[in-house]
C-alpha cells in the first residue's frame, strides 16, 4: 500500500513556539503513536499557556500518576508537529536521552523560561548574618535551577546560556533514593547570575510565562534594589533562635 503519511513540515520558530517547546522538553511526552503530544502538569495556567501558544483548544483533561498523584493535560494530535519535534531533538523515551534541542539562538530565552516553568525553580529567601557577632544585617537570597534526569541536556544548557547570556550556572548531582529511579543533574545560577537571567529571559510583559515563578523573581529583583548597602544594627548577644526564613520555592 502506498504510504499515506502526511508530508514533512517546517514549523516557523516564534517565542511563543520555543517557550512550548521548552515546556515539552520537561513536562511533555511523545506518545508512540507517532501523533500524539502530550503536556502533563499540576499548574493549569501551563496547560493554558501551551495551548495559546500552539493556538489550539484541545480541553484540559485529568491525568493520574503511577504513584496516584493528580495532575493536568493537554492531549494534541498532529502527525506534522510531532515528526517536526522529533527533528529538533525530542524522543518518545526523552527523559534520559534528551540532549540537544535545535532552537535558533534568536528564541533560545523563550525556550529557557518554558524549561524554567516546566522543571525549574526560583527561589527566594531573607538571610541574617553576624548575630553571632552582635550585629545584624539582612539580605536578599535568589537562585535560579533547572532539574534533568539527562546530564546531556543540562550541560548543552550551561554552555548555550554561557554564550547567549553571558552568565555560567553550576551543575550538581543528586543520587537516586531508590534503586529503581534515576540520577538527577541540576543546573543552578547563584544571586548576581540569577538577576542577570531574569532581566534576560523576562525581556518583555506579554511574553508567554508561569505568572506565579515570574511574581516571585520580579519580587525579589525589587528587594534586592533597594539593599543598596547593608543596614548594621546592633542585637542582644544571644543566639536567635531562627536565623532565616524558609526559602519560597518557584
Not at 525556550?111 to 527566594?124: A, L, N, P, V
Not at 543528586?174 to 547570575?193: D, H, M, S, V
Request: hydrophobic residues 35%; glycine residues 6%.
Amino acid at each position: 500500500m502506498p504510504d499515506r503519511r502526511l508530508p514533512k513540515k517546517d514549523f516557523i520558530w516564534t517565542p511563543n513556539l520555543a517557550y512550548a517547546v521548552g515546556l515539552l522538553v520537561t513536562d511533555g511526552c511523545l506518545s508512540p503513536n507517532n501523533r500524539t503530544i502530550v503536556l502533563v502538569s499540576k499548574d493549569r495556567e501551563i496547560l493554558e499557556n501551551f495551548k495559546s501558544c500552539l493556538n489550539i483548544e484541545n480541553k484540559i483533561g485529568d491525568h493520574i500518576s503511577g504513584m496516584g498523584n493528580h495532575y493536568l493535560k493537554v492531549q494534541y494530535d498532529n502527525v506534522q508537529f510531532y515528526d517536526w519535534l522529533l527533528r529538533i531533538g525530542l524522543s518518545q523515551a526523552k527523559s534520559r536521552t534528551v540532549g540537544e534541542i535545535l532552537v535558533p539562538d534568536e528564541f533560545f530565552r523563550d525556550y529557557f523560561r518554558g524549561c524554567i516553568d516546566g522543571d525549574g525553580s526560583i527561589q527566594t529567601y531573607s538571610d541574617k548574618y553576624n548575630v553571632y557577632k552582635g550585629r545584624r544585617y539582612t539580605t536578599q537570597r535568589l537562585f535560579i535551577k533547572i532539574v534533568s534526569a539527562s546530564e546531556q541536556h543540562i550541560e548543552w544548557l550551561q554552555n548555550k546560556i554561557e554564550i547567549l547570556a553571558g552568565v555560567r550556572g553550576f551543575i550538581t548531582y543528586t543520587k537516586p533514593r531508590l534503586e529503581n529511579y534515576a540520577p538527577t543533574w541540576g543546573l543552578k545560577f547563584a544571586k548576581n547570575k540569577s538577576l542577570q537571567l531574569i532581566e534576560w529571559m523576562y525581556y518583555a510583559h506579554d511574553i508567554p510565562c508561569l505568572r506565579r515563578k515570574r511574581n516571585i523573581a520580579e519580587e525579589a529583583v525589587g528587594v534586592i534594589i533597594q539593599q543598596t548597602r547593608r543596614r548594621y544594627t546592633r542585637v542582644p548577644n544571644r543566639r536567635p533562635a531562627n536565623l532565616s526564613v524558609p526559602p519560597n520555592l518557584g
